[in-house]
Protein backbone atom coordinates (compact mmCIF):
# COMPACT_ATOMS: atom_id res chain seq x y z
CA UNK A 1 0.00 0.00 0.00
CA UNK A 2 1.27 3.59 -0.67
CA UNK A 3 2.71 4.84 2.51
CA UNK A 4 1.58 8.23 4.16
CA UNK A 5 5.01 9.00 4.54
CA UNK A 6 5.31 9.13 0.19
CA UNK A 7 2.11 11.61 -0.43
CA UNK A 8 3.72 13.93 1.76
CA UNK A 9 6.76 14.39 0.02
CA UNK A 10 4.97 14.78 -2.89
CA UNK A 11 1.91 17.24 -1.92
CA UNK A 12 1.88 21.14 -1.82
CA UNK A 13 -0.04 23.23 -1.04
CA UNK A 14 1.10 26.56 -2.67
CA UNK A 15 -0.44 30.48 -2.42
CA UNK A 16 -0.11 32.66 -4.78
CA UNK A 17 -0.56 36.53 -4.91
CA UNK A 18 -1.28 38.25 -8.82
CA UNK A 19 0.79 41.61 -8.32
CA UNK A 20 -1.21 44.15 -11.03
CA UNK A 21 2.27 44.73 -12.71
CA UNK A 22 4.89 42.01 -11.97
CA UNK A 23 2.29 39.01 -12.29
CA UNK A 24 1.67 36.27 -10.29
CA UNK A 25 4.27 35.47 -7.52
CA UNK A 26 4.73 32.47 -5.30
CA UNK A 27 4.16 33.57 -1.63
CA UNK A 28 3.96 30.66 0.57
CA UNK A 29 4.82 26.81 -0.67
CA UNK A 30 3.93 24.23 2.22
CA UNK A 31 5.97 21.16 1.15
CA UNK A 32 8.10 18.33 2.81
CA UNK A 33 10.60 18.86 0.38
CA UNK A 34 11.59 21.86 -1.29
CA UNK A 35 12.69 22.68 -4.79
CA UNK A 36 13.32 26.00 -6.03
CA UNK A 37 13.33 24.94 -9.96
CA UNK A 38 9.83 23.06 -9.82
CA UNK A 39 8.45 26.09 -7.94
CA UNK A 40 9.87 29.08 -9.99
CA UNK A 41 8.41 26.64 -13.23
CA UNK A 42 4.80 27.17 -11.89
CA UNK A 43 5.00 30.51 -10.94
CA UNK A 44 5.58 31.23 -14.88
CA UNK A 45 3.19 29.04 -15.39
CA UNK A 46 0.70 30.42 -13.35
CA UNK A 47 -2.22 33.33 -15.18
CA UNK A 48 -5.69 34.10 -13.58
CA UNK A 49 -7.10 35.99 -16.70
CA UNK A 50 -8.47 32.71 -17.80
CA UNK A 51 -9.50 31.78 -13.87
CA UNK A 52 -13.11 32.24 -12.58
CA UNK A 53 -12.76 33.24 -9.23
CA UNK A 54 -13.92 30.63 -6.68
CA UNK A 55 -14.11 27.81 -9.41
CA UNK A 56 -11.14 24.68 -9.80
CA UNK A 57 -9.04 24.69 -12.22
CA UNK A 58 -7.19 21.30 -13.32
CA UNK A 59 -4.01 21.12 -15.02
CA UNK A 60 -0.91 18.60 -15.53
CA UNK A 61 2.31 19.40 -17.08
CA UNK A 62 5.35 17.60 -17.01
CA UNK A 63 5.49 15.20 -13.38
CA UNK A 64 3.02 17.61 -11.61
CA UNK A 65 -0.69 18.24 -11.60
CA UNK A 66 -2.61 20.63 -9.98
CA UNK A 67 -5.47 22.09 -8.90
CA UNK A 68 -6.50 25.49 -8.28
CA UNK A 69 -9.05 28.60 -7.05
CA UNK A 70 -8.50 31.85 -7.75
CA UNK A 71 -10.08 34.15 -4.90
CA UNK A 72 -9.67 37.97 -4.19
CA UNK A 73 -9.93 40.06 -0.81
CA UNK A 74 -11.78 43.55 -1.41
CA UNK A 75 -8.51 46.51 -0.45
CA UNK A 76 -9.77 49.82 -1.34
CA UNK A 77 -5.81 50.53 -1.27
CA UNK A 78 -5.31 48.06 -4.36
CA UNK A 79 -5.68 48.86 -8.21
CA UNK A 80 -9.02 47.31 -9.05
CA UNK A 81 -9.71 47.75 -5.39
CA UNK A 82 -8.63 44.11 -4.65
CA UNK A 83 -6.25 42.13 -4.33
CA UNK A 84 -5.79 38.37 -6.25
CA UNK A 85 -4.96 35.17 -5.12
CA UNK A 86 -4.44 31.61 -5.62
CA UNK A 87 -5.08 28.50 -3.41
CA UNK A 88 -3.29 25.13 -5.35
CA UNK A 89 -2.65 21.96 -4.09
CA UNK A 90 0.38 20.25 -6.04
CA UNK A 91 1.06 16.43 -6.19
CA UNK A 92 4.19 15.33 -7.85
CA UNK A 93 4.54 12.36 -9.94
CA UNK A 94 0.90 11.66 -9.75
CA UNK A 95 -0.71 8.51 -10.08
CA UNK A 96 -3.77 8.17 -12.21
CA UNK A 97 -5.97 7.73 -9.45
CA UNK A 98 -4.76 10.93 -8.42
CA UNK A 99 -5.14 12.87 -11.45
CA UNK A 100 -8.59 11.71 -11.78
CA UNK A 101 -9.50 12.60 -8.44
CA UNK A 102 -8.10 16.01 -7.72
CA UNK A 103 -10.64 17.73 -8.43
CA UNK A 104 -12.54 15.96 -5.15
CA UNK A 105 -10.01 18.10 -3.37
CA UNK A 106 -12.07 21.67 -4.31
CA UNK A 107 -14.32 21.47 -1.36
CA UNK A 108 -11.56 21.66 1.19
CA UNK A 109 -9.88 24.60 -0.73
CA UNK A 110 -12.76 26.72 -0.65
CA UNK A 111 -12.99 26.18 3.57
CA UNK A 112 -9.56 27.18 3.32
CA UNK A 113 -10.32 30.17 1.23
CA UNK A 114 -13.08 30.71 3.95
CA UNK A 115 -10.64 31.14 6.26
CA UNK A 116 -7.71 32.81 4.94
CA UNK A 117 -10.55 36.14 3.67
CA UNK A 118 -10.57 36.29 6.98
CA UNK A 119 -7.22 36.89 8.23
CA UNK A 120 -5.72 40.38 8.15
CA UNK A 121 -2.09 39.24 7.67
CA UNK A 122 -3.51 38.53 3.95
CA UNK A 123 -3.05 42.24 3.41
CA UNK A 124 0.29 42.72 4.95
CA UNK A 125 1.57 39.60 3.27
CA UNK A 126 1.32 41.74 0.58
CA UNK A 127 3.62 43.99 1.17
CA UNK A 128 6.50 41.62 1.89
CA UNK A 129 9.07 41.25 -1.13
CA UNK A 130 9.61 37.55 0.51
CA UNK A 131 7.36 36.93 3.26
CA UNK A 132 8.31 33.96 5.25
CA UNK A 133 5.54 31.63 6.61
CA UNK A 134 7.07 31.88 10.24
CA UNK A 135 5.89 35.38 10.37
CA UNK A 136 2.29 34.84 9.64
CA UNK A 137 1.17 31.73 12.02
CA UNK A 138 -2.55 32.01 11.22
CA UNK A 139 -2.03 31.70 7.06
CA UNK A 140 1.33 28.87 7.79
CA UNK A 141 -1.77 26.74 9.57
CA UNK A 142 -4.69 27.32 7.03
CA UNK A 143 -1.84 25.84 4.62
CA UNK A 144 -0.61 23.00 6.32
CA UNK A 145 -4.56 21.98 7.05
CA UNK A 146 -5.22 21.86 3.91
CA UNK A 147 -2.05 19.78 3.17
CA UNK A 148 -3.15 17.25 5.73
CA UNK A 149 -6.63 17.33 5.12
CA UNK A 150 -5.77 16.47 1.09
CA UNK A 151 -3.30 14.00 2.09
CA UNK A 152 -5.86 12.10 4.30
CA UNK A 153 -8.75 12.09 1.61
CA UNK A 154 -6.19 10.73 -0.87
CA UNK A 155 -4.40 8.06 1.79
CA UNK A 156 -8.11 6.98 3.16
CA UNK A 157 -10.20 7.03 -0.03
CA UNK A 158 -7.87 5.82 -1.93
CA UNK A 159 -4.81 4.10 -1.04
CA UNK A 160 -6.80 2.19 2.01
CA UNK A 161 -8.31 0.43 -0.19
CA UNK A 162 -6.05 -1.61 -2.34
CA UNK A 163 -2.87 -3.46 -1.40
CA UNK A 164 -0.03 -3.05 -4.16
CA UNK A 165 2.28 -0.85 -5.28
CA UNK A 166 0.29 0.71 -7.95
CA UNK A 167 -3.03 2.87 -7.22
CA UNK A 168 -6.43 1.93 -6.92
CA UNK A 169 -7.40 2.32 -10.78
CA UNK A 170 -4.26 0.99 -11.93
CA UNK A 171 -4.61 -1.96 -10.50
CA UNK A 172 -8.60 -1.99 -11.27
CA UNK A 173 -7.46 -2.03 -15.52
CA UNK A 174 -4.66 -4.65 -15.04
CA UNK A 175 -7.03 -7.52 -13.39
CA UNK A 176 -9.45 -6.42 -15.84
CA UNK A 177 -6.65 -6.27 -18.91
CA UNK A 178 -5.31 -9.65 -17.36
CA UNK A 179 -8.67 -11.15 -17.99
CA UNK A 180 -8.97 -9.69 -21.65
CA UNK A 181 -5.74 -11.02 -22.51
CA UNK A 182 -7.47 -14.56 -21.25
CA UNK A 183 -9.84 -14.43 -23.85
CA UNK A 184 -8.20 -13.25 -26.32
CA UNK A 185 -5.71 -16.59 -26.30
CA UNK A 186 -8.84 -18.66 -25.95
CA UNK A 187 -10.31 -17.07 -29.38
CA UNK A 188 -6.67 -16.87 -31.18
CA UNK A 189 -5.19 -20.63 -30.74
CA UNK A 190 -1.64 -21.22 -33.00
CA UNK A 191 -1.08 -23.22 -35.43
CA UNK A 192 0.43 -26.67 -35.47
CA UNK A 193 3.63 -25.28 -36.92
CA UNK A 194 3.51 -21.81 -35.52
CA UNK A 195 7.00 -21.13 -33.36
CA UNK A 196 6.26 -18.66 -30.28
CA UNK A 197 7.07 -15.39 -32.44
CA UNK A 198 4.89 -16.55 -35.43
CA UNK A 199 1.78 -16.88 -32.57
CA UNK A 200 2.92 -13.72 -31.26
CA UNK A 201 2.78 -11.90 -34.05
CA UNK A 202 -0.62 -13.37 -35.12
CA UNK A 203 -2.31 -12.21 -32.23
CA UNK A 204 -0.72 -9.00 -31.79
CA UNK A 205 -1.44 -7.96 -35.78
CA UNK A 206 -5.10 -9.18 -34.64
CA UNK A 207 -8.27 -6.79 -34.70
CA UNK A 208 -8.97 -7.49 -31.49
CA UNK A 209 -5.70 -5.99 -30.33
CA UNK A 210 -5.38 -3.49 -32.82
CA UNK A 211 -8.39 -1.53 -31.34
CA UNK A 212 -6.06 -0.76 -28.40
CA UNK A 213 -3.71 1.14 -30.44
CA UNK A 214 -0.59 -0.02 -33.07
CA UNK A 215 1.41 -2.80 -31.04
CA UNK A 216 4.95 -3.46 -32.73
CA UNK A 217 7.58 -6.01 -31.13
CA UNK A 218 10.96 -3.92 -30.50
CA UNK A 219 13.11 -6.83 -28.83
CA UNK A 220 11.77 -10.90 -28.39
CA UNK A 221 13.89 -13.65 -26.62
CA UNK A 222 12.06 -16.53 -25.91
CA UNK A 223 14.72 -18.14 -24.45
CA UNK A 224 15.49 -15.63 -22.22
CA UNK A 225 11.76 -15.05 -21.70
CA UNK A 226 12.14 -11.38 -22.09
CA UNK A 227 10.64 -8.82 -24.86
CA UNK A 228 10.77 -4.52 -25.19
CA UNK A 229 6.68 -3.77 -26.69
CA UNK A 230 5.54 -0.49 -27.86
CA UNK A 231 2.35 1.14 -28.45
CA UNK A 232 1.64 4.13 -30.48
CA UNK A 233 -2.17 5.89 -30.31
CA UNK A 234 -3.40 4.11 -27.39
CA UNK A 235 -7.01 4.50 -26.92
CA UNK A 236 -6.27 5.66 -23.08
CA UNK A 237 -3.12 7.90 -23.85
CA UNK A 238 -5.58 9.72 -26.62
CA UNK A 239 -8.55 9.84 -24.73
CA UNK A 240 -6.96 11.18 -21.64
CA UNK A 241 -4.41 13.34 -23.24
CA UNK A 242 -0.99 14.66 -21.92
CA UNK A 243 -1.95 13.83 -17.93
CA UNK A 244 2.06 13.17 -16.42
CA UNK A 245 1.48 9.52 -15.44
CA UNK A 246 1.07 6.40 -17.04
CA UNK A 247 -2.35 5.49 -18.16
CA UNK A 248 -1.94 2.38 -20.17
CA UNK A 249 -2.22 -0.27 -16.89
CA UNK A 250 -5.06 -2.28 -19.51
CA UNK A 251 -2.44 -2.88 -21.71
CA UNK A 252 -0.26 -3.58 -19.62
CA UNK A 253 -2.11 -6.87 -17.89
CA UNK A 254 -3.70 -7.51 -21.18
CA UNK A 255 0.02 -8.16 -22.44
CA UNK A 256 1.10 -9.63 -19.22
CA UNK A 257 -1.54 -12.53 -19.96
CA UNK A 258 -0.17 -13.40 -23.75
CA UNK A 259 3.45 -13.09 -23.06
CA UNK A 260 2.50 -15.26 -19.82
CA UNK A 261 0.63 -18.25 -22.37
CA UNK A 262 3.25 -18.03 -24.96
CA UNK A 263 6.21 -18.26 -23.33
CA UNK A 264 4.63 -20.98 -20.75
CA UNK A 265 6.02 -18.96 -17.33
CA UNK A 266 4.43 -16.27 -15.36
CA UNK A 267 5.40 -13.15 -16.47
CA UNK A 268 5.48 -9.48 -15.48
CA UNK A 269 4.86 -6.64 -18.02
CA UNK A 270 5.99 -3.30 -16.57
CA UNK A 271 4.80 0.07 -18.34
CA UNK A 272 8.36 1.98 -18.50
CA UNK A 273 7.49 5.15 -20.07
CA UNK A 274 3.60 6.00 -21.34
CA UNK A 275 2.78 8.76 -23.93
CA UNK A 276 0.38 10.28 -21.55
CA UNK A 277 3.53 11.35 -19.16
CA UNK A 278 4.45 13.97 -22.08
CA UNK A 279 3.87 16.23 -25.07
CA UNK A 280 6.54 15.16 -27.20
CA UNK A 281 6.26 11.13 -26.73
CA UNK A 282 4.35 9.11 -28.97
CA UNK A 283 5.35 5.50 -27.81
CA UNK A 284 4.41 3.87 -24.77
CA UNK A 285 7.27 1.20 -23.90
CA UNK A 286 6.55 -1.99 -22.24
CA UNK A 287 9.09 -4.34 -20.63
CA UNK A 288 8.46 -7.67 -20.79
CA UNK A 289 10.40 -10.40 -18.14
CA UNK A 290 10.15 -13.25 -15.86
CA UNK A 291 8.02 -12.45 -12.59
CA UNK A 292 8.62 -16.11 -10.80
CA UNK A 293 5.44 -15.42 -9.48
CA UNK A 294 2.48 -13.88 -11.49
CA UNK A 295 0.82 -10.42 -10.40
CA UNK A 296 -2.10 -12.32 -9.86
CA UNK A 297 -0.91 -14.66 -7.92
CA UNK A 298 1.01 -12.26 -5.72
CA UNK A 299 -2.39 -10.43 -5.40
CA UNK A 300 -4.68 -13.18 -4.31
CA UNK A 301 -1.74 -13.92 -1.55
CA UNK A 302 -1.69 -10.62 -0.17
CA UNK A 303 -5.70 -10.61 -0.46
CA UNK A 304 -5.48 -13.91 1.60
CA UNK A 305 -3.11 -12.81 4.12
CA UNK A 306 -5.39 -10.00 4.89
CA UNK A 307 -8.35 -11.76 5.26
CA UNK A 308 -6.53 -14.36 7.46
CA UNK A 309 -5.11 -11.03 9.70
CA UNK A 310 -8.99 -9.80 9.74
CA UNK A 311 -9.83 -13.68 10.54
CA UNK A 312 -7.57 -13.30 13.68
CA UNK A 313 -8.19 -9.91 14.64
CA UNK A 314 -12.08 -10.33 14.75
CA UNK A 315 -11.37 -13.95 16.86
CA UNK A 316 -10.08 -11.76 19.46
CA UNK A 317 -12.04 -8.91 19.22
CA UNK A 318 -15.21 -11.42 19.87
CA UNK A 319 -13.47 -13.24 22.95
CA UNK A 320 -13.15 -10.22 24.44
CA UNK A 321 -16.52 -9.18 24.07
CA UNK A 322 -17.62 -12.37 25.54
CA UNK A 323 -15.58 -11.75 28.82
CA UNK A 324 -17.00 -8.21 28.89
CA UNK A 325 -20.20 -7.85 28.24
CA UNK A 326 -21.62 -11.42 26.29
CA UNK A 327 -21.39 -10.87 22.43
CA UNK A 328 -25.26 -10.70 21.84
CA UNK A 329 -25.63 -7.73 24.24
CA UNK A 330 -22.68 -6.25 22.55
CA UNK A 331 -24.70 -5.76 19.04
CA UNK A 332 -27.80 -4.90 21.20
CA UNK A 333 -25.15 -1.56 22.42
CA UNK A 334 -23.08 -0.45 20.11
CA UNK A 335 -24.85 1.41 17.25
CA UNK A 336 -21.25 1.76 15.20
CA UNK A 337 -21.78 -2.18 14.35
CA UNK A 338 -25.42 -1.12 13.69
CA UNK A 339 -24.40 1.18 10.99
CA UNK A 340 -21.64 -0.98 9.48
CA UNK A 341 -24.22 -3.69 9.29
CA UNK A 342 -26.93 -1.47 7.21
CA UNK A 343 -23.95 0.14 5.37
CA UNK A 344 -22.96 -3.44 4.25
CA UNK A 345 -26.69 -4.43 3.66
CA UNK A 346 -27.79 -1.15 1.39
CA UNK A 347 -27.75 -1.43 -2.27
CA UNK A 348 -26.94 2.24 -2.99
CA UNK A 349 -23.74 2.41 -0.73
CA UNK A 350 -21.08 0.96 -2.18
CA UNK A 351 -18.53 1.34 0.41
CA UNK A 352 -17.82 3.11 3.36
CA UNK A 353 -14.59 4.04 6.04
CA UNK A 354 -14.85 5.59 9.45
CA UNK A 355 -13.09 8.16 11.27
CA UNK A 356 -13.28 8.02 15.57
CA UNK A 357 -12.95 10.64 18.03
CA UNK A 358 -13.48 10.79 21.71
CA UNK A 359 -17.21 12.86 21.26
CA UNK A 360 -17.78 11.41 17.91
CA UNK A 361 -17.83 8.73 15.34
CA UNK A 362 -17.72 9.62 11.29
CA UNK A 363 -18.79 7.51 8.43
CA UNK A 364 -17.45 8.54 5.29
CA UNK A 365 -20.14 6.40 2.94
CA UNK A 366 -19.46 5.84 -0.71
CA UNK A 367 -23.01 6.64 -2.91
CA UNK A 368 -24.53 5.55 -6.27
CA UNK A 369 -26.75 8.09 -6.01
CA UNK A 370 -24.88 11.31 -5.16
CA UNK A 371 -25.02 13.12 -8.14
CA UNK A 372 -28.55 13.60 -7.16
CA UNK A 373 -30.41 16.57 -5.27
CA UNK A 374 -30.67 16.45 -1.39
CA UNK A 375 -34.16 16.15 -1.39
CA UNK A 376 -34.36 13.62 -3.91
CA UNK A 377 -32.17 10.63 -1.63
CA UNK A 378 -30.53 11.89 1.10
CA UNK A 379 -33.18 13.12 3.25
CA UNK A 380 -34.88 9.57 2.65
CA UNK A 381 -31.60 7.79 3.27
CA UNK A 382 -30.88 9.44 6.31
CA UNK A 383 -34.57 8.66 7.22
CA UNK A 384 -34.03 5.14 6.42
CA UNK A 385 -30.52 4.98 8.35
CA UNK A 386 -32.13 5.94 11.23
CA UNK A 387 -35.27 3.84 11.20
CA UNK A 388 -33.28 0.35 10.52
CA UNK A 389 -30.50 1.09 12.57
CA UNK A 390 -31.87 2.64 15.91
CA UNK A 391 -29.43 5.27 15.56
CA UNK A 392 -30.18 9.05 15.16
CA UNK A 393 -27.48 10.18 12.78
CA UNK A 394 -26.65 13.49 10.60
CA UNK A 395 -26.04 13.13 7.32
CA UNK A 396 -24.09 15.76 5.25
CA UNK A 397 -23.53 15.30 1.44
CA UNK A 398 -20.39 16.42 -0.39
CA UNK A 399 -19.54 17.34 -3.81
CA UNK A 400 -17.19 13.85 -4.38
CA UNK A 401 -19.61 11.36 -3.77
CA UNK A 402 -19.14 10.81 -0.38
CA UNK A 403 -21.06 11.79 2.14
CA UNK A 404 -20.73 12.23 5.58
CA UNK A 405 -22.84 10.15 8.08
CA UNK A 406 -21.71 11.15 12.25
CA UNK A 407 -23.04 10.43 15.73
CA UNK A 408 -22.25 11.57 18.84
CA UNK A 409 -21.07 8.77 20.96
CA UNK A 410 -21.74 8.91 24.47
Excluded at 330 to 353: C, E, G, R, T, V
Aim: negative net charge; glycine residues 4%.
Amino acid sequence: MSERVDLRNRINVMLFHFDQRLGPRLLFNVAEIQDARITASLTRLMDFNFMQEMKAFVNAMANVVYSSLFFSIPNPLARGGSEQFMLSVVIFDPTITEYLTISSLEEEMVKTISRLIELSEMFIIVTYTNPILDDFPEVGNCLSSLRDNAISIFQELFYGQFEGRKDAISQILGKIGIEAGKNIIQKLTPDQDDSSRTYLDTILNSQILSRWGRINILHFDPDEKVATVSLRNSIWTDSLGVIATKACAYVEGMLEAIFSHILEEPIICNEMRCAAEYSYVHDCIFQIAPGGVSREIISLQEDQAIREMGKNERKITIESIKEDIGEEHYYDLDPMIKLIQIFNKAPFISDHFYQQSESQIKFLVVCNYWRYPDDIICKTCEQWIKKFSKVSVNLTKSKHRICEITYETE
